[in-house]
């Protein structure tokens, strides 16, 4: 199946600053293992698998107007958290697939959707995409395909924003069967997200670490156990609740995304990873699109 894979990745920038990556100039003494070591787990499950491409949506590249893509061969540049400069200033230097991006943006408005290719090469591309890039695949040696976070959420309401992405995820699948290559698709977004608005003195003392409040654990448990029973129909049923009690970066389309172009798995999902950052809930959770035949 072209689709060889897929998964729930969390992006905030903390993981990277703990694993000391040389691209990242600051450094850090380590912190939030279960989240990273569910990563290595992935990633080194990943590491088998036959592929040429990873396309990812990303909370943090935000349009007001259409769904766009990448558009430019390559970017190489700094990339500062806007929140967390102290902890994440990355030197990336990255290659676009610019023709798959250009086929789901001709499938994506074959669904009726408004689709825009970036074309600008001083683009800056954003930390959401990086940091799930680099914890999948820290080698970069494969390229990317990048879809933006479109406001209908928010311009309209949730309702209209989970119907975009799922037309949206479908146009991604039927470029990606056309295309005859085999892709990897990462949904980069935490679930339950409130956070908390100061950190500690050391950023990784994780004696501060814990979820904001016991509300969003409850949440993120049930997302996360209709995930592993294959039940994300009912998981779409009771994403507008889930965004909205939550406070859930699902708000932004990513796992709406990337369940549509999965067309609603009905098979479980594998978690490899819970864990807190700043308060926030964050998974790792992979669909092996094998396991439905």
């Not at 380590?30 to 590491?47: A, S």
């Not at 007001?64 to 990448?70: A, E, K, M, S």
């Not at 049923?237 to 796992?255: A, H, R, T, Y």
């Not at 609603?264 to 094998?290: F, K, Q, R």
């Amino acid at each position: 199946m072209p689709i060889v894979a897929a998964a729930l990745v969390p992006h905030p920038p903390h993981l990277v600053y703990a694993d000391n990556p040389p691209q990242n100039e600051p450094t850090s003494t380590g912190g939030w293992e279960v989240l990273r070591w569910g990563y290595e787990r992935l990633r080194n499950k990943w590491n088998q698998l036959d592929f040429d491409v990873i396309v990812v949506h990303s909370p943090h590249w935000k349009t007001r107007c259409g769904h766009h893509l990448l558009g430019v061969e390559r970017f190489k540049s700094l990339s500062v958290d806007p929140v967390f400069p102290h902890l994440f200033r990355y030197h990336y230097d990255l290659k676009v697939d610019v023709a798959l991006g250009e086929m789901i943006a001709e499938e994506g408005v074959q669904e009726g959707l408004i689709m825009k290719m970036m074309r600008n090469p001083a683009f800056r591309v954003d930390y959401g995409t990086i940091t799930a890039c680099h914890l999948i695949r820290p080698q970069w040696d494969k390229p990317i395909v990048v879809l933006s976070s479109n406001r209908a959420y928010y311009d309209f309401s949730d309702e209209v924003g989970e119907a975009q992405m799922l037309s949206l995820g479908k146009a991604t699948a039927r470029a990606i069967e056309k295309s005859g290559k085999r892709a990897i698709l990462l949904a980069s977004n935490s679930l339950s997200h409130r956070h908390f608005t100061e950190e500690p003195e050391i950023p990784e003392d994780m004696r501060y670490e814990h979820i904001y409040h016991n509300g969003q654990y409850l949440w993120d448990m049930k997302v996360l156990d209709l995930m592993r029973q294959g039940r994300c129909q009912e998981l779409l049923n009771v994403m507008p609740d889930f965004i909205e009690q939550s406070m859930s970066e699902c708000k932004e389309g990513s796992l709406t995304w990337l369940l549509g172009a999965l067309d609603i798995p009905t098979y479980p999902a594998e978690v490899h990873a819970y864990g807190s950052v700043i308060g926030t809930g964050n998974a790792l959770v992979e669909w092996d699109p094998a396991a439905q035949n």
